[in-house]
């Protein structure tokens, strides 16, 4: 017999052998399983409370710091039946002046959608918590260079939901349809670029708003809409001065 042939009978053998020699010897033979329902008859672990007891006082601590004082209450449900409110108009114009300190180029802004102004502001003390309350995502701010069409897709839309949190223009609306709608007092061209200002949220086709997503311009300015609110709520504390929005028109419907 050749050496080739021994190598031929002998190889599965030998391959056989060391795959038997790397097994473990260990197979699973029977499992079990059991349900642990965490629920109110579930006892306390108080190891685990004393652990994190410290870290949720301080952070209670945090949340009701006062970081400002409103004259006025700012209303949720004004917000979400009126064209135009004090609350959608006080976030809009707080989004909008902190983001032109770092694009003075925005000609104006839609930061939230009704839908994303989340509560009340009160009347008297603003707590860190109010702010979170109000605005609880980590949502970006964005800026997209838009042409003039589809600014006014965007306004069909304003005009089509009975308004929503706007800065920086005006419009006039009628039975949830534009009537007209002005920049700097000026018609909007529809052969101009504007440069709008929104949350990476709308941005990305969130609340039904339409336009942005199908834009390749895009730029973040690396600002979350939070704390420009939370920047606005403090800066306007430091100078002395109340939060006080006003109705000013800006959404007129007829």
Known sequence: MTKKTILRHCLPLLFAALLFSCSTGYRLSKSNRADYPIDSQLAADSVIIKTYLPYKAQMEAEMRQVIAHSAVLMSKKSSDTLPESLLSNFFADAVMHQALKL????????????????????????????????????????VYDVSGVQVRQLLDFIASTNGQPISGFQMQIKDKKLLSATYKGKPFEDNKTYRIMTSDYIGGGGDKVPVFKDITSRKAIGLKVRDALMKEVKEKEAAGELLNPVLDNRIIKL
């Open 103 to 142: 694009d003075a180029n925005i000609d104006f802004a839609i930061p939230s959608t009704k839908g994303g102004l989340r509560v009340d502001l009160p009347k008297g003390n603003i707590t860190v918590s109010n702010i979170f309350e109000l605005m609880p995502f980590e949502n970006e701010v964005v």
